[in-house]
């Protein structure tokens, strides 16, 4: 690991994110993490800062990224905010400007679809419920995306399906184009959203990821 990463961490409180923040921290790298309730956070280490906030705050993602030099974000629709994926996305786009930040990376469903895909009929079904039982949220993921690509940052959207939580390592399968599983395990995604700190593979692009 290279000792000059300093991660930005979102969601280091979800399901997702607490693994990345422990593999983040077990393999060296600095983080600063955003929390909105930081009395109801226990988690302490010599390489970690907690940042009191709210992402939809421009002035939160201003002091979230300064002195860090990668972003990371593992939120997801909140119950009460369904409409949290673009408006975070810009306002992390607009402080990486400001401080000429290039490495973004972010998490999204297997149900957003981008030019190129080529999904099976199952997992065309799968995305077509989503939209049908949660439209919102799914067309603001949609926006994040299109923000993204309109964007001039070195940003990952990593595709996802089904989130297990469990230490178990497994190994990877990424596929560009569909879904090449059900599941991925909290540790295989802590792993391969580490991996792409440095990796230039999927620059620009929305891999789909899952366990072995």
């Known amino acids: 690991m290279d000792q000059q990463y300093k991660v930005a961490l979102l969601g280091a409180t979800g399901k997702a994110g ?10 060296g790298y600095k983080v600063k993490a955003l929390v909105r309730k930081p009395y109801e956070y226990t988690i302490t280490h010599p390489l970690l800062e907690i940042l009191h906030g709210d992402i939809k705050n421009q002035e939160t993602a201003h002091t979230l990224i300064d002195g860090c030099n990668v972003i990371i974000s593992a939120i997801g629709p909140r119950k009460d905010e ?3 994926s673009s408006l975070s996305t810009q306002n992390i786009l607009n402080a990486m400007q400001e401080f000429s930040i290039k ?4 998490l999204a469903g297997l149900n957003l679809d981008i030019p190129g895909d080529y999904k099976s009929e199952a997992n065309k079904a799968k995305s077509d419920w989503m939209r049908q039982n949660f439209p919102d949220a799914v067309a603001d993921r949609q926006k994040a995306y299109d923000i993204l690509v309109e964007s001039e940052v070195d940003w990952t959207m990593i595709r996802v399906p089904w989130i297990e939580q469990t230490d178990e390592r497994r190994g990877i399968k990424v596929d560009l184009y569909d879904c090449p599983g059900e599941k991925i395990s909290t540790t295989d995604l802590a792993d391969f ?3 792409e700190i440095e990796d230039r593979t999927f620059l620009r692009e929305s891999p789909f990821v899952v366990s072995s």
Do not use: S
């Not at 607490?18 to 393999?27: A, S, V």
């Not at 490495?103 to 972010?106: D, L």
């Open 193 to 195: 959203v580490i991996r």
């Open 82 to 84: 369904p409409l949290i």
């Open 103 to 106: 490495r973004y990376i972010t």
């Open 18 to 27: 607490k693994y990345i923040l422990q593999e983040l921290l077990n393999r």
